[in-house]
């Protein structure tokens, strides 16, 4: 199976309107909680730079570099699809037997 990975880049409610028509269609998530999905991200500066794929409208796929001043982000969470992880119980070891 394939991972996946990349981050959600969440915007402030304020800077999706000042950012108005422009960063629409890149936008996921409902009203407060809009982000974008991309698959990297540069924190350097005094700019956020995401970069992310995209499509053409003759269906070809683009790399496309979106940046938005870096007081516009209200945080970045990073977005992984792993086949195991995480915390399941210990079969072998019983409670009490150290």
Known sequence: ????????????????E???????PYLQ???????VMCREVDT???????MLDGHTPAGE???????VPS???RMIVSAR????????PRWGAQAGSE
């Open 18 to 24: 000042a950012l108005g028509g422009a960063i629409k």
């Open 44 to 50: 350097g500066g005094a700019f956020i730079k995401m």
């Open 1 to 16: 199976m394939k991972d996946t990975q990349g981050y959600a880049v969440f915007f402030f409610p304020q800077a999706v």
């Open 81 to 88: 699809s792993e086949e195991a992880f995480g915390f399941g």
């Open 61 to 67: 796929t683009v790399s496309l570099e979106l940046m």
């Open 29 to 35: 998530g409902e009203e407060g909680v809009e982000h």
């Open 71 to 73: 007081g516009m982000v």
